[in-house]
């Protein structure tokens, strides 16, 4: 049976959906059967991966509101291993229509539960802010995902989203766990952020990843071209921290394929 790991954090610009996307590419190049579901109405991790919303027809809107079972909205990409659930901007909606739901927190959880067994990860891109659709996520996960910037702000953030992780717990979901806080756009030449990365470790020992993403010129161009950023350039920065951080996530030791040296001359016989 697979495991349902949400990103999450109620701050946007923190790197989430471009976490989701990289994180599902990786898995996916290694025989992983993968899932995405994008649960943000910006939709970023479904353009991420080459999809146009335009031709989405059933999106997570619809599984949301019980419109369509989950199966019917599964879209695969042409990235190996990786299908999505696409978000499209009527999910904005979904929080008004739940209101009056008396299940309304359950909704995702029981269309996962129908194709859980079918993928070896549901990887769920959560929207930023602690609203139902969030609630939702954190409900249908074993484990959370937090991506923050090293920023003295993203703490108070950090904090808010400790204090919902409690209450989902407590009410509906006992065996949620945080998977990992990790930092993106990292540069570890600030005092700052250094300082930031050392309070976080010690309020939460053990759960800080040990790669930290760093701000990378591919990372910011990969989804203009629809693509992870493994695929539009496998010998980035981007690429080589997201697959260290999906080592770690497999318990796996933090080494990175040797590359061949290519001399800086070549003579000719």
Same mark, same amino acid.
Request: proline share 4%; hydrophobic share 40%.
């Given at each position: 049976?697979?495991?349902?790991?949400?990103?999450?954090?109620?701050? %946007?610009?923190? %790197?989430?959906?471009?976490t989701?996307?990289?994180?599902?590419?990786?898995?996916?190049?290694?025989?992983?059967?993968?899932?995405?579901?994008?649960?943000?109405?910006?939709?970023?991790?479904?353009?991420?991966?080459?999809?146009?919303?335009?031709?989405?027809?059933?999106?997570?809107?619809?599984?949301?509101?019980?419109?369509?079972?989950i199966?019917?909205?599964? =879209?695969?990409?042409?990235?190996?291993?990786?299908?999505?659930?696409?978000?499209?901007?009527?999910?904005?909606?979904?929080?008004?229509?739940?209101?009056?739901?008396?299940?309304?927190?359950?909704?995702?959880?029981?269309?996962?539960?129908?194709?859980?067994?079918d993928?070896d990860?549901? =990887? =769920?891109?959560?929207?930023?802010?602690?609203?139902?659709?969030?609630?939702?996520?954190?409900?249908?996960?074993?484990?959370?995902?937090?991506?923050?910037?090293?920023?003295?702000?993203?703490?108070?953030?950090?904090?808010?989203?400790?204090?919902?992780?409690?209450?989902?717990?407590?009410?509906?979901?006992?065996?949620l766990e945080?998977?990992?806080?990790?930092?993106?756009?990292?540069?570890?030449?600030?005092?700052?952020?250094?300082?930031?990365?050392?309070?976080?470790?010690?309020?939460?020992?053990?759960?800080?990843?040990?790669?930290?993403?760093?701000?990378?010129?591919?990372?910011?161009?990969?989804?203009?071209?629809?693509?992870?950023?493994?695929?539009?350039?496998?010998?980035?920065?981007?690429?080589?921290?997201?697959?260290?951080?999906?080592?770690?996530?497999?318990?796996?030791?933090?080494?990175?394929?040797?590359?061949k040296?290519?001399?800086i001359?070549?003579?000719?016989?």
């Amino acid at each position: 049976m697979g495991k349902i790991i949400a990103v999450a954090n109620q701050k %946007g610009g923190v %790197g989430k959906s471009t976490t989701v996307i990289n994180i599902a590419a990786y898995f996916g190049s290694r025989d992983m059967k993968i899932l995405c579901v994008d649960a943000d109405p910006q939709g970023n991790s479904t353009t991420g991966f080459g999809i146009k919303k335009k031709s989405v027809e059933i999106s997570t809107y619809d599984i949301m509101t019980g419109k369509a079972r989950i199966q019917e909205a599964v =879209i695969e990409t042409e990235f190996k291993g990786v299908s999505i659930v696409p978000a499209t901007e009527d999910l904005a909606g979904c929080e008004i229509e739940l209101a009056s739901n008396e299940n309304r927190v359950n909704r995702l959880k029981m269309q996962l539960l129908s194709c859980k067994e079918d993928y070896d990860y549901i =990887i =769920i891109d959560c929207p930023p802010a602690l609203g139902t659709i969030t609630i939702n996520c954190l409900v249908a996960a074993d484990s959370i995902i937090v991506p923050m910037l090293a920023e003295f702000y993203a703490l108070e953030g950090l904090s808010q989203l400790v204090n919902t992780i409690k209450i989902v717990k407590s009410n509906y979901n006992p065996s949620l766990e945080i998977e990992g806080i990790l930092f993106t756009m990292f540069d570890g030449r600030l005092n700052v952020a250094n300082d930031v990365v050392a309070e976080v470790e010690k309020y939460f020992p053990d759960k800080v990843f040990e790669t930290k993403i760093p701000r990378n010129v591919r990372i910011s161009e990969a989804p203009s071209h629809g693509k992870p950023v493994m695929y539009y350039d496998k010998t980035s920065k981007g690429a080589e921290s997201y697959e260290l951080v999906c080592h770690e996530l497999l318990g796996e030791a933090l080494e990175l394929p040797k590359k061949k040296r290519r001399g800086i001359f070549t003579f000719k016989k």
